[in-house]
């Protein structure tokens, strides 16, 4: 933090900004060692979307991913519940699954030197045990490290590091009353996903997700679905939302009477910190995910839910959706190239960025405050 404050102060005066502005500013975005402590400090207490029930259906069946640059694996148990692991081997940090999707059969063996796990995180057995380490090895204690897990919806999985976190009804609450009703557990997922890596910042990403000032001119096709004047920019505790009525002639409530007139009559593109952009509708949920990678890459990942399985339709909904983070991708790459300069200062939040404003102070608050020393004491099944 200090060294930044010398950057910034050396850097000053070639651009003199009259109004102060909270955006992500270019030393945010190339410095390595912020980079590291956000894998930390926002990513280590924070609820990370990680894949649905689709691919948990019986005993054994589990799905990987990544809580910022923490592998994770999440299982299906016999009793259909699901448990959550760091998806390491105790011994080295030897990943365990490697499919995003999978199924082991009964336990999970090692590649390394096959030290072997039940699907419910215990350490069954170490090769040649008592000549490798003597019999009196505490097997018991090296079982693969458990993590929090919260299936939302009867569908979407999301994982927590940390005990402390808030629960995950609390972590979206400004969100959760009207994602209650859209009965997300009965929508199905497209028959293909979109996944790239771009040479952004994951934190641009998050900026440019939470901008509903772009959107008019950087996705202009969509002025005509969108009555995009009366956009409503909505921020509270780890969500926002950006509301946008849609025109009067396009209808894309499916028939549905059971929701809010203003949530059949418009869409909303919210966003769930650290790293998720959900866009739900009457019909279909688009899930859109940024996984940080390095400083200057990050992946990013989207899925469809929705009630349609014709795939012609699911085709043009998803070109659709990669068309519009093509063209979000494309400008923010340009951003990140432009902020390489540590003597440009960024301008102000319009009206319409103040969600971007707002998470970007969340992260730097999470930045500056340090995890508790028990941040990872304590149960992991109160969810
Ligand atoms: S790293 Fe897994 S058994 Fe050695
Ligand atoms: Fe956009």
Known sequence: MQRQAQWKRESEGLVEPPLPSDMLQPWEIWDKDLFDLEMIRVFGRSWVWLGDTEDLQKPGDYITGMIGSQPVLVIKQEDGSVKGFLNNCRHRAAGLAFEPAGFCNKALACPYHAWTYGIDGRLLSIPDMDRMYGPDFPKEEYGLVPIRVKVAFDKLVFGCLSRKAPTFEEWIAPLLPRYEKYKIGTFKRYHRELDE??????????????????VR??????????????TIVRFEGRTTSGYKPHADSFDMSAGRTDLDTQDLRGSYAEFIYPNLTPLPYASQLIMVRVDPIAPDKSRLFSRIYGLSDDIELQNRELDNLALTNKEDTDMVTQLMENLRSPFYRVGPASTWEGRAQHMMRLIRQDVATPLDPDEFDGPVDKD
Do not use: G, T
């Open 217 to 230: 001119f950087v996705h202009r096709r969509l002025n005509k679905v969108r009555k995009q004047m009366d």
């Open 197 to 214: 890596v771009y040479p952004i910042n994951w934190k641009a990403f998050v900026e440019n997700s939470n901008d509903d000032y772009h």
